[in-house]
């Protein structure tokens, strides 16, 4: 099991720290250098902390967790009309993504109202393509409890965020309603950090059920195998997203008999993997649990 | 600009007196704007809004946001009538007119022309003041209440906005606020 974590800190011996992870069997999820201030997401072997945090402390850098690393999640709102984007739509993505997440957005076709609101299929799918998702639903009690009932057939986990502080319906934070300006203040940054809590706490429960139920292999070691045979174009940014349970590929039309082909251990991709079209965008790459396809390697 | 809400919750009146009062920031009609009302029902999905239209400043002429700085050329000193100013005299005087620099612009014109041009209205905050107030209307009520239907009153704008076809009852109860609300600010 791995460990995604964030360093930040300067140029001083930050090649050592790469190697490092390299040579303990991690990965270097991205890597961002700003002149003498670097930033790096390092994924590494759980039991491997102590030495990871001894090198940081070493380098003089420092690290921090992301616990919603890993993970691809969608925001939605009733529409991307200015009503609800883009406060609070953005404040929370940002926010999300402060914790190590890969947010989407996506503002329904009807979901705005109280009887009229709507999820259409395509829109259902194109959710539960990602990990989790969070809707943001407004300010009125009732609107919300109407509402809440489209996202009871999602088979993502999911989180309702809505305006009154408490409603009985689960999966829901309260507190952040309809805004007209940017989450800034103290009390703000603390609610978003509620909704955060919120998405680890259901995104976990994912996790522990993957664990149960080991996948054949790791996405992070398929994202590294990819950017080995499929790199990435000059400029292009998150060609490969890692999901909890696999991947989603931006490859061009023509590629994706070699994104098939792509051997882990002794198998192709295509054996221990459900490699689909996305709704939404690239090829989703579903890692199959090692109970059905055997040993890897 | 006093705002009032009811009928939200505790949560939701707060929220929305908030969003008046930045909407109408962001518009630029707070001082143009007596009093807003909103009354809630999200139970039934009903919202009146009611807006009592304040003092409207003076129209704008040219010669309250320019200054003369030369021969044949003057000066903008308030740039947020610049695009308006320009477009009223290129629509005037063609090609006549220069724009020397981002705020300098250079005409020639005789004596009386000129005097005649300074008091020549850029702006009159009236005529677009109750289109301003709609497109604030139209961002405070939810996305979702669409059907609208307006109760005329001398000097305010009443709207009573619903997902649903609104009914008889709804218009006269919306009726009643106006004459309870007005009756309050008397």
Redesign the interface.
Same mark, same amino acid.
């Given at each position: 099991m791995y460990k995604i974590m964030m360093f930040t800190g300067g140029v001083y011996k930050f090649n050592e720290l790469k190697e490092l992870v390299e040579d303990i069997g991690g990965f270097i999820l991205q890597e961002m250098v700003m002149q003498v201030e670097t930033m790096l997401h390092l994924a590494f072997p759980v039991e491997e902390e102590r030495v990871i945090r001894d090198k940081v402390k070493e380098v003089g850098g420092k690290i921090k967790e992301l616990p919603l690393a890993g993970a691809e999640i969608m925001i939605v709102v009733?529409?991307l009309?200015?009503?609800?984007a883009v406060d609070p739509m953005c404040d929370i993505a940002e926010f999300l993504r402060r914790n190590g997440a890969i947010t989407n957005m996506m503002g329904l076709a009807r979901g705005?109202?109280? !009887?009229?609101?709507q999820m259409t299929a395509h829109e259902k799918a194109i959710i539960e393509e990602c990990d989790a998702a969070v809707f943001v639903f407004?300010?009125?009690?009732?609107?919300i409890e109407e509402k809440a009932k489209l996202c009871e057939t999602l088979e993502v986990p999911y989180i309702i965020v809505g305006?009154?502080?408490e409603l009985n319906i689960e999966h829901y934070v309260?507190?952040i309603?309809?805004?007209?300006?940017r989450m800034r203040r103290k009390n703000e940054i603390e609610q978003l950090e509620a909704v955060a809590e919120a998405v680890r706490v259901a995104i976990d429960e994912k996790k522990r059920e993957i664990d149960e139920d080991p996948l054949a292999t790791s996405p992070l070691f398929i994202k590294e195998l990819l950017d080995l045979v499929l790199p990435p174009k000059a400029g292009e940014e998150f060609s490969t997203i890692v999901q909890l349970d696999g991947l989603r590929v931006k490859v061009e039309e023509g590629d994706e008999e070699n994104l098939k082909n792509i051997e882990i251990g002794k198998r192709k991709l295509s054996d221990i993997c459900n490699i689909t079209k996305s709704e939404y965008d690239g090829y989703l790459v579903k890692i199959l649990p090692e109970a059905v396809t055997g040993s890897v390697y | 600009m006093e705002v009032k809400v009811e009928g @939200?919750?505790e949560? @939701?009146d707060a929220?929305?007196e908030?969003?008046c009062q930045?909407?109408y920031r962001?518009i630029g009609l707070q001082s143009n704007i007596d009093s807003v009302y909103l009354y809630?029902n999200?139970?039934e999905?009903v919202f009146i809004i009611s807006i009592k239209i304040g003092r409207v400043s003076n129209p704008v002429t040219v010669g309250d946001m320019t200054i003369i700085a030369g021969e044949d050329m003057f000066k903008v000193t308030k740039e947020l009538y610049a695009p308006r100013l320009l477009a009223l005299l290129w629509n005037r005087y063609g090609e006549k007119v220069k724009q020397l620099g981002r705020l300098e612009i250079s005409i020639k014109l005789e004596e009386k022309e000129m005097q005649e041009l300074r008091s020549q209205v850029v702006y009159d905050p009236r005529g677009d003041l109750t289109t301003r107030i709609l497109d604030g209307i139209d !961002?405070i009520l939810?996305?979702?209440? !669409?059907v609208r239907y307006s109760i005329p009153a001398t000097g305010r704008i009443t709207i009573i906005a619903s997902?649903?076809p609104i009914e008889e009852d709804w218009k006269k109860k919306a009726t009643d606020i106006l004459r309870k609300i007005s009756k309050g600010e008397a």
């Amino acid at each position: 099991m791995y460990k995604i974590m964030m360093f930040t800190g300067g140029v001083y011996k930050f090649n050592e720290l790469k190697e490092l992870v390299e040579d303990i069997g991690g990965f270097i999820l991205q890597e961002m250098v700003m002149q003498v201030e670097t930033m790096l997401h390092l994924a590494f072997p759980v039991e491997e902390e102590r030495v990871i945090r001894d090198k940081v402390k070493e380098v003089g850098g420092k690290i921090k967790e992301l616990p919603l690393a890993g993970a691809e999640i969608m925001i939605v709102v009733p529409s991307l009309g200015k009503h609800h984007a883009v406060d609070p739509m953005c404040d929370i993505a940002e926010f999300l993504r402060r914790n190590g997440a890969i947010t989407n957005m996506m503002g329904l076709a009807r979901g705005v109202g109280k !009887r009229i609101a709507q999820m259409t299929a395509h829109e259902k799918a194109i959710i539960e393509e990602c990990d989790a998702a969070v809707f943001v639903f407004g300010n009125f009690e009732e609107c919300i409890e109407e509402k809440a009932k489209l996202c009871e057939t999602l088979e993502v986990p999911y989180i309702i965020v809505g305006g009154p502080p408490e409603l009985n319906i689960e999966h829901y934070v309260g507190n952040i309603g309809r805004r007209t300006e940017r989450m800034r203040r103290k009390n703000e940054i603390e609610q978003l950090e509620a909704v955060a809590e919120a998405v680890r706490v259901a995104i976990d429960e994912k996790k522990r059920e993957i664990d149960e139920d080991p996948l054949a292999t790791s996405p992070l070691f398929i994202k590294e195998l990819l950017d080995l045979v499929l790199p990435p174009k000059a400029g292009e940014e998150f060609s490969t997203i890692v999901q909890l349970d696999g991947l989603r590929v931006k490859v061009e039309e023509g590629d994706e008999e070699n994104l098939k082909n792509i051997e882990i251990g002794k198998r192709k991709l295509s054996d221990i993997c459900n490699i689909t079209k996305s709704e939404y965008d690239g090829y989703l790459v579903k890692i199959l649990p090692e109970a059905v396809t055997g040993s890897v390697y | 600009m006093e705002v009032k809400v009811e009928g @939200g919750g505790e949560f @939701g009146d707060a929220n929305y007196e908030k969003i008046c009062q930045n909407i109408y920031r962001d518009i630029g009609l707070q001082s143009n704007i007596d009093s807003v009302y909103l009354y809630c029902n999200a139970a039934e999905h009903v919202f009146i809004i009611s807006i009592k239209i304040g003092r409207v400043s003076n129209p704008v002429t040219v010669g309250d946001m320019t200054i003369i700085a030369g021969e044949d050329m003057f000066k903008v000193t308030k740039e947020l009538y610049a695009p308006r100013l320009l477009a009223l005299l290129w629509n005037r005087y063609g090609e006549k007119v220069k724009q020397l620099g981002r705020l300098e612009i250079s005409i020639k014109l005789e004596e009386k022309e000129m005097q005649e041009l300074r008091s020549q209205v850029v702006y009159d905050p009236r005529g677009d003041l109750t289109t301003r107030i709609l497109d604030g209307i139209d !961002r405070i009520l939810p996305e979702g209440a !669409r059907v609208r239907y307006s109760i005329p009153a001398t000097g305010r704008i009443t709207i009573i906005a619903s997902e649903n076809p609104i009914e008889e009852d709804w218009k006269k109860k919306a009726t009643d606020i106006l004459r309870k609300i007005s009756k309050g600010e008397a």
